[in-house]
C-alpha cells in the first residue's frame, strides 16, 4: 500500500467513518458506528475534499464537504462518541475567589508529577503520551503566574524549568515531535494511530521520536501546543531564547499541508495566531487565516457544529473553538475576514452553549465561553453555560474546571 492510500485508509477511519454494517432504526444516536453504505457514499467526496486541500482552494473544499454533508445526510455531524453530560444546569453566578483558590491548590499538588520533573532527561522511552503532557501545563503556569503576583516567583522558576526542557527536545526542523515510549498503549485511540503509521512506515520513528508525519498532519497537535506554550513563557520572562523556539515550530507549520482532519489543522492556526499577537508579522496572521479558511471553517455545519463523526465529538468541538478565538482576537477589528470568522466561532459558541443548558456540563467548553465572553463580549446564553459548567465542575462525578480555570480567571481579571 502506498504512504498517499494508507493516509486515505486512516483518515475514512479516524472520522469515525467504520465500515461495519450497523442496521439503523429510528432517529441516529450518538456514537453509533456509521453505517458501511453511507461510508461508501461519502469517501468520494472526502477524496475530493483532500484535492481540493491539497491545492489550497477554498471554494472547492467548500463544495466538496457539502457533498459529504449530503452524503451522510441525518449522520452528518453525528458524534463518533456519545457525550456524557454533568446535570443539573446551574446558572446562578459562581464564586470566582473559590475557583482561584482551588486553582491554585491543583497547581501546588501537581507540581511534582510535571512531565519535566518527573523526566528531567526528556527520555522518550519514559514519557506516556505526547509533549502535551508539558506543553498544556507549562501554557497553564505561564498564564497563571500573571494573575497572582504573590506566586510569581515561584511559577515563573517552575516555568523556565519546563520552557527549557522542551526547547531542548525540539527538532532541528523546528518541529515539537511526538515519542514513541512505552506508555503509548496501541489498544488506546492515538496509540493505534501511531502503531499503524509505524507499521507502514519503520522509518519515521528515529531514536524513539517521529518527527515527520508524511501526510498525515497529526504532529501539528503537539506542535500547536508546544508552541503556544513557549509564546507564553516568553510573555512572562522575556527569554527570547522561547519566543525563537516558538517562531520555529510556526514557520514549521507554516509549511504543512492541511488535511481533512480539521483539528489538526486548528492546532496550526492557534499557534499562528498567538505568533501574529506576539511577534506582529503579517506572515503568522496571513499563514492562520489561510489555513482557518481552507483547512477548518469548510467542515462546520451551519448548526456550527463540525460535519465528520470525528469533529462532531465535543473534545474535538471545543479544541476547533479554542483555535479560531485565538484567531479572532488576532485580527484587527477592521480585517476582512473578521466578520467570516466571528459567524462561525459565533455558531459554534451557541451550539455549545444550547447543548450545555439543555444536558449540563460535558468536561468541555468552559474555556470557549470564557473566552467568547472576554474576546468577543456579554452573550446571556453563554454566560448561562460558563455558570452551568462552573458549578457543576468537581460534582457528582464530573471532572473538574483543570487548566480551563486560566482563561477563567484571565476573564474575571480583564473585566472593567
Not at 432504526?25 to 483532500?50: I, S
Not at 527520555?123 to 510569581?152: N, Q, S, Y
Not at 454566560?383 to 457543576?392: E, G, P, Q
Request: aromatic content about 8%.
Amino acid at each position: 500500500m502506498t504512504v498517499h492510500a494508507y493516509t486515505l485508509s486512516r483518515l475514512v477511519s479516524a472520522l469515525g467513518f467504520l465500515l461495519a454494517v450497523a442496521p439503523v432504526a429510528g432517529a441516529v444516536e450518538p456514537g453509533e458506528p456509521l453505517p458501511r453504505e453511507v461510508a461508501e457514499r461519502a469517501k468520494p467526496a472526502l477524496e475530493e475534499a483532500r484535492r481540493a486541500l491539497d491545492a489550497l482552494d477554498a471554494t472547492a473544499v467548500r463544495a466538496a464537504t457539502v457533498k459529504a454533508m449530503v452524503a451522510l445526510g441525518e449522520w452528518a455531524g453525528n458524534p463518533e462518541a456519545a457525550t456524557r453530560s454533568y446535570p443539573p444546569v446551574v446558572t446562578a453566578p459562581f464564586d470566582v475567589s473559590k475557583l482561584r483558590a482551588w486553582w491554585l491548590k491543583e497547581i501546588e499538588r501537581g507540581a511534582g508529577g510535571l512531565a519535566w520533573v518527573m523526566n528531567p532527561s526528556g527520555d522518550p522511552r519514559a514519557m506516556r503520551a505526547g509533549l502535551r503532557e508539558a506543553a498544556i501545563p507549562l501554557d497553564a503556569l505561564a498564564r497563571t503566574a500573571g494573575l497572582v503576583p504573590e506566586h510569581k516567583d515561584k511559577l515563573t522558576e517552575l516555568v523556565r524549568a519546563g520552557a527549557d526542557w522542551l526547547v531542548k527536545l525540539q527538532h532541528p526542523s523546528g518541529v515539537f515531535p511526538f515519542p514513541v515510549g512505552p506508555g503509548l498503549k496501541p489498544e488506546g485511540k492515538v496509540g493505534h494511530i501511531v502503531a499503524a503509521a509505524i507499521e507502514e512506515e519503520p522509518g519515521i520513528v528515529v531514536d524513539g521520536w517521529i518527527s515527520d508525519d508524511r501526510t498525515d498532519g497529526g504532529l501539528q497537535f503537539d506542535n500547536g501546543l508546544c508552541g503556544r506554550a513557549l509564546v507564553s513563557a516568553w510573555e512572562l520572562t522575556g527569554d527570547d531564547r522561547y519566543l525563537d523556539a516558538a517562531r520555529k515550530a510556526g514557520d514549521w507549520a507554516i509549511e504543512r499541508p492541511l488535511v481533512v482532519n480539521w483539528n489538526y489543522n486548528a492546532f496550526s492556526v492557534g499557534l499562528l495566531a498567538r505568533l501574529a499577537v506576539a511577534t506582529d508579522e503579517a506572515k503568522y496572521l496571513d499563514a492562520a487565516i489561510k489555513k482557518a479558511d481552507v483547512g477548518v471553517l469548510p467542515g462546520q455545519m451551519p448548526g456550527g457544529r463540525w460535519f465528520d463523526p470525528h469533529n462532531a465529538c465535543a473534545v474535538y468541538h471545543h479544541i476547533l473553538l479554542r483555535d479560531l478565538l485565538e484567531l479572532l482576537h488576532a485580527l484587527p477589528a477592521d480585517h476582512g475576514f473578521r466578520a467570516t470568522l466571528l459567524d462561525a466561532v459565533t455558531r459554534g459558541l451557541d451550539q455549545a452553549a444550547d447543548e450545555t443548558l439543555a444536558n449540563g456540563y460535558t468536561g468541555t467548553w468552559t474555556d470557549n465561553f470564557a473566552r467568547g465572553l472576554q474576546w468577543i463580549g456579554e452573550n446571556g446564553k453563554w454566560r448561562d453555560a460558563l455558570n452551568a459548567n462552573l458549578n457543576a465542575s468537581g460534582r457528582g462525578g464530573a471532572p473538574t474546571p483543570g487548566f480551563d480555570s486560566v482563561a477563567v480567571l484571565e476573564g474575571i481579571e480583564a473585566s472593567p
